[in-house]
């Protein structure tokens, strides 16, 4: 059994940038994947970012150039640096990991951007 916890959401300016982290209560080894979502209100939950296990990346056109995915296995821990930040950005933004037999969702941290 894996435990995601989310931090470091804000709020933040127009241009500003966060860095938001996933923290795993178990290794993160084993999840094949993991990804960043985000759900703004009256809106679906987007996927935002993908990162395999190898280390393979991938965005939503929406935050290309803007935001990185990254994961460090010996902490546990998946990060998503957000930078250039818009209105449009504001969501609360959840942390997924895909084990094989199981998949993992973390409680979501709030991103508010001010214009």
């Known amino acids: 059994q894996v435990r995601l916890v989310e931090s470091g959401g804000g709020l933040v300016q127009t241009g500003g940038s966060l860095r938001l982290s996933c923290v795993a209560s178990?290794?993160?080894?084993?999840?094949?994947?993991m990804n960043w979502y985000r759900q703004a209100p009256g809106k679906q939950r987007e996927l935002v970012a993908t990162?395999?296990?190898?280390?393979?990346?991938g965005y939503a056109d929406s935050v290309k150039g803007r935001f990185t995915i990254s994961r460090d296995n010996a902490k546990n821990t998946m990060y998503l640096q957000m930078n250039s930040l818009k209105p449009e950005d504001t969501a609360v933004y959840v942390c997924y990991g895909l084990g094989v037999m199981s998949a993992y969702w973390g409680q979501g941290t709030q991103v508010t951007v001010s214009s």
């Open positions: 990162i395999t296990s190898s280390g393979n990346t």
């Open positions: 178990g290794s993160i080894f084993s999840l094949n994947v």
